[in-house]
């Protein structure tokens, strides 16, 4: 099920994204339709609140007493109890959706009861466990029925929202290549230079989605890793890469005449393409580091990882759809970047 959502996420992308041409301006309607997606998209992306389970928080405070964590909850239909001792209210709590729910102590400290805590409502409450009192103990509310709520992922929290955007950048600087061979390709065989346009055009945006892959990866791993640059496998195959390619750009910088710029660059764009496969998904894989997916780390990644506390349905839907934005977003930059190019070339610019 997640490679078909995650896959029609993809075909969609490029079916709009593609519409109408490579050269051709986009209708007016195209345009509100993206802006409005990659907008929704985003908001998905970045707004939905995590919410973990009882099991999460209790598991963390093995580690550390004092742990704190978003728990999605729901308030049992009873009265709630004042101590006046302590001066602290005890309710019963339960989490949302279980036919046979298990009962959990929530400590509320303050004379007044918070209005939100009824049960006809669904909350992302963050509380902290309490292990000698087998209670939990309220700190505030976050959310109160929330449209979607994400599920935590151990360690990564509010943090895992970063693979709606890492991700996708990554791969359609994959696909960025590629469509840059493919009409490097095309160009040696017809000698087009609208052929060269696109080739360049697009080894361009896949080196803007390279570095935003590896900007995003730098502020993901300062967080889980404690620095932003680590040498790990992934992060030095992606340095790689951009040396690969940014000699493309020295080589063509370096050559006045069109035809033997496009035929030379056409050349290079096919052989480094060879390497970007690897570079991105198979030598990350088979050498051991940091980055999930890595040899000996025991998934297959976030993103491919059949585990569900990894990608559960709601978050491969919205992964799914930042995937389709994307694809959009880089397809309107590849039309409007031919698009320009042809007007430079037709006005007797370089190339």
Known sequence: M?????ISGLIIGLAFGLFPTFGKAKPTIWRILAVIFITFSVILGLLPPVGGTFYDLVYLSKFNEKSQLDIRMQVLNEKPVFDEVNKQWNAKIKYPDETEPQIYNLKISGSTFPNELNPNNVLIVKMEYLKNQKSFKFIKIVSVNPIITLPYVLNLGERAKILNFHVPVAWLSVLAYLISMIFAIKYLKTRDLNNDIIASSSAVLGTIFCLLATVTGMVWAKFNWGSYWNWDPRETSIF???LIYGAYFALRSAI???DLRARLSSIYSIIAFITVPFFIFVLPRITSGLHPGSAGEG???PILSSQSEMLNLTKTTIFSLC?????VIYFWMLNISVRIKKLQYKSGMSL
């Open 323 to 327: 995937l389709s934005a994307f694809t």
């Open 256 to 258: 006045d005449k069109d």
């Open 2 to 6: 997640k490679a078909i959502i995650i």
């Open 240 to 242: 790689v890469l951009l």
């Open 299 to 301: 998934t297959a990644g």
